[in-house]
């Protein structure tokens, strides 16, 4: 109970400061003029070193409930585990001793290739070599030039790295949809009763949801010549193909449209909305917060932005010029009111999404990423070509909609 009581406190620590520096900035309006602050006095200098102290404090005090909240999870996973599954040391032995099933039975391309029979036969044929003296000079004016070895470093194409993926909880099914009940109908009438009088009735009703579990796959054609002749076409594959997986999931998290994809976590039915309007970008965060806080009855984690939008808050000054997010010698921290910054490009642009992802967003994994080798297909058996495919089946659930809000017009 340690653990969880410092997570309920530090909570409710975190609560206190963000509402306190929500005053400041409400006072100071959209201009950011700290001349009409009260909540802190001296010079707008001053009040804005003290802004910064408070800042800084609220990013300390997020990375604790970060670090707290994992803890709590993990006691959990481990305590569930126990109970579904008893200790593995029975189950294990020899050099796989700890290793899941999958991690036994997952194979790299280049493992797959070679252990194929069609490559086993190739390479049971005898290999010879010729030794031939040259009894004339040759020069590279008569000869060849010399030879240009390739350094083997590859530049990859510039793209998004996923990122949104890592702070959202997962957990495995064995089935083919995540089926959960929602409680619908709370109806509280506990009361004082008088001695001898009727107790108040409740009301509870319970409503079942799911959430289909989709397969998100790739493939790519490949000659044995190119999987046979250079080593590092099947590491360069065996890195990119679930590279691109990881980062369609992660888009799909964001912004899916369903059917056979995701339902991304901007179209949920049911998350809340706050508009900026005339409001400085961090009051209309800390107000998309207050609706998770209030209606959502939950605590919002972390915040994913459109690096073009979080470059606007990096730059925020006050009306007199001062940087509000520490000078541009600084790093500055990459949380707002003590969450969790998130840049993708991914997302929304002119949109923040903020969510309690550590209670409500969960990614089910059916399967993990899988890949597998085969040349039945097509024709690919007679042109010496291999088909390598790529597939994970995962369902992404928003458990309650209302500790999700975007905040629009940033």
């Given at each position: 109970m340690g653990v969880k009581q410092d997570l309920i406190e530090k909570?409710?620590?975190l609560e206190g400061k963000q509402d306190r520096l929500g005053q400041i900035f409400g006072q100071a309006g959209e201009g950011l003029d700290l001349d009409k602050v009260t909540a802190i006095t001296g010079t707008s200098a001053e009040k804005a070193a003290a802004i910064k102290q408070l800042n800084d404090e609220l990013t300390a005090l997020g990375a604790e409930v970060d670090r707290l909240e994992e803890t709590v999870k993990a006691q959990k996973d481990h305590d569930d585990a126990k109970v579904r599954f008893g200790s593995r040391d029975d189950q294990d032995s020899g050099g796989d001793k700890g290793k899941s099933r999958?991690?036994?039975?997952?194979?790299?391309?280049?493992?797959?290739?070679?252990?194929?029979?069609?490559?086993?036969?190739?390479?049971?044929?005898?290999?010879?070599?010729?030794?031939?003296?040259?009894?004339?000079?040759?020069?590279?004016?008569a000869g060849w030039s010399p030879e240009a070895v390739r350094s083997g470093r590859v530049v990859?194409?510039?793209?998004?790295?996923?990122?949104?993926?890592?702070?959202?909880?997962?957990?495995?099914?064995?089935?083919?949809?995540?089926?959960?009940?929602?409680?619908?109908?709370?109806?509280?009438?506990?009361?004082?009763?008088?001695?001898?009088?009727?107790?108040?009735?409740?009301?509870?009703?319970?409503?079942?949801?799911?959430?289909?579990?989709?397969?998100?796959?790739?493939?790519?054609?490949?000659?044995?010549?190119?999987?046979?002749?250079?080593?590092?076409?099947?590491?360069?594959?065996?890195?990119?193909?679930?590279?691109?997986?990881?980062?369609?999931?992660?888009?799909?998290?964001?912004?899916?449209?369903?059917g056979?994809?995701?339902?991304?976590?901007?179209?949920?039915?049911?998350?809340?909305?706050?508009?900026?309007?005339?409001?400085?970008?961090?009051?209309?965060?800390?107000?998309?917060?207050?609706?998770i806080r209030v209606t959502g009855k939950a605590a919002a984690t972390a915040s994913v932005w459109h690096p073009n939008d979080w470059q606007d808050i990096r730059l925020l000054r006050t009306a007199d010029g001062i940087y509000i997010w520490g000078n541009p010698a600084d790093a500055g921290p990459e949380r707002i009111w003590g969450l969790r910054v998130v840049q993708s490009t991914f997302e929304t642009e002119n949109t923040v999404l903020l969510a309690d992802f550590a209670r409500y967003v969960l990614v089910v994994e059916r399967r993990g990423i899988t890949m597998k080798v085969s040349d039945s297909h097509d024709d690919y058996f007679v042109?010496?070509?291999?088909?390598?495919r790529a597939d994970v089946r995962l369902a992404l659930v928003a458990l309650r909609p209302t500790a999700i809000a975007t905040v629009t017009g940033v």
């Open positions: 909570r409710k620590e999958d991690e036994k039975e997952r194979k790299t391309i280049g493992e797959l290739f070679a252990e194929s029979d069609a490559f086993k036969q190739f390479r049971s044929h005898a290999e010879s070599t010729l030794d031939i003296g040259v009894k004339t000079l040759f020069q590279t004016s990859l194409d510039e793209q998004e790295e996923p990122g949104v993926l890592d702070f959202i909880p997962s957990v495995p099914t064995s089935q083919n949809a995540y089926v959960y009940m929602e409680e619908t109908t709370f109806t509280n009438n506990a009361a004082g009763v008088a001695e001898g009088g009727a107790f108040p009735e409740a009301a509870f009703a319970l409503t079942e949801r799911s959430s289909s579990v989709r397969k998100i796959a790739t493939f790519i054609p490949v000659t044995d010549e190119q999987l046979e002749d250079e080593a590092a076409a099947s590491a360069y594959l065996n890195a990119r193909l679930p590279f691109q997986l990881r980062q369609k999931v992660d888009q799909q998290i964001l912004t899916g449209g369903g056979s994809d995701l339902t991304g976590l901007l179209n949920v039915v049911g998350i809340q909305t706050q508009a900026k309007g005339a409001d400085p970008t961090p009051d209309a965060v800390y107000k998309a917060m207050v609706k042109k010496g070509k291999q088909a390598i």
